[in-house]
């Protein structure tokens, strides 16, 4: 079974496209994450949830919005693409106190 | 607030050496991370250091927490091809947790 899951894999799309990618957990922890990895690589946080309560909000565009229906899940949702949003969103998730995180598989996004 | 820097970013290196990769942190941290990542992978959890002191060994790679030098190593032991890969490291503060640049390692057959 995968711990932590994200669809879709890959998600080519056009400048100013609405698009949304979920992941989900099955490990029980109570805390999930979203992370920005860029062409150099650089991995940055952008939002973190513990219990279905967003506890991180880094800087980044309004344009992101999570949304975590459950402690299971917590979904990306984009408005308005620009070509600046391409790179690879992982999804994690972990015990909050306990920290070790877990990574899902990475979610392409390329904008055209 | 809270920055994690490592070096090298680049490393090339023979099989069979030793090398260290160095993370500084910036301010105290709960605990440090170390993180593997293989080309168009995500990212594997190697190692969490959580006290002044802490070693951990998994194969050829070793790490180490010095909290009052806010140091921690990642000592890689008579390097194999197979560790070719980019090593983050990670501290976190008030369930924050920053990454550092990461270490791209290529290690020369």
């Known amino acids: 079974d995968t711990a932590v899951s994200q669809t879709p894999k890959y998600l080519v799309t056009q400048m100013g496209n609405d698009k949304s990618i979920k992941c989900e957990q099955n490990?029980?922890?109570?805390?999930m994450y979203w992370y920005k990895q860029d062409s150099k690589k650089f991995l940055k946080i952008m939002f973190s949830?513990?219990?279905?309560?967003?506890?991180i909000n880094e800087t980044v565009p309004n344009r992101f919005s999570p949304k975590s229906p459950d402690k299971a899940h917590l979904n990306l949702h984009i408005n308005s693409l620009e070509l600046g949003d391409s790179a690879v969103y992982f999804c994690?998730?972990?015990?909050?106190?306990?920290?070790?995180?877990?990574f899902g598989p990475g979610t392409r996004l390329t904008v055209t | 607030e809270l920055k994690v820097e490592q070096n090298p970013l680049f490393l090339s290196m023979q099989e069979g050496k030793n090398y260290t990769i160095y993370c500084n942190y910036s301010?105290?941290?709960?605990?440090l991370y170390w993180y593997r990542q293989d080309p168009g992978k995500s990212l594997e959890s190697l190692f969490v250091?959580?006290?002044?002191?802490a070693v951990k060994q998994e194969g050829r790679l070793m790490a180490s927490l010095d909290t009052k030098a806010r140091l921690s190593t990642l000592h890689i032991t008579a390097a194999v091809h197979d560790l070719s890969a980019t090593y983050f490291c990670?501290?976190?503060?008030?369930?924050?947790?920053?990454f550092g640049k990461g270490t791209r390692l290529h290690i020369l057959p």
């Open positions: 490990l029980g922890h109570d805390t």
């Open positions: 301010t105290t941290s709960d605990r």
């Open positions: 994690a998730s972990s015990q909050l106190g306990h920290g070790e995180q877990y």
């Open positions: 250091l959580l006290s002044n002191g």
């Open positions: 949830y513990n219990n279905k309560e967003l506890i």
């Open positions: 990670a501290a976190n503060r008030d369930d924050k947790i920053i």
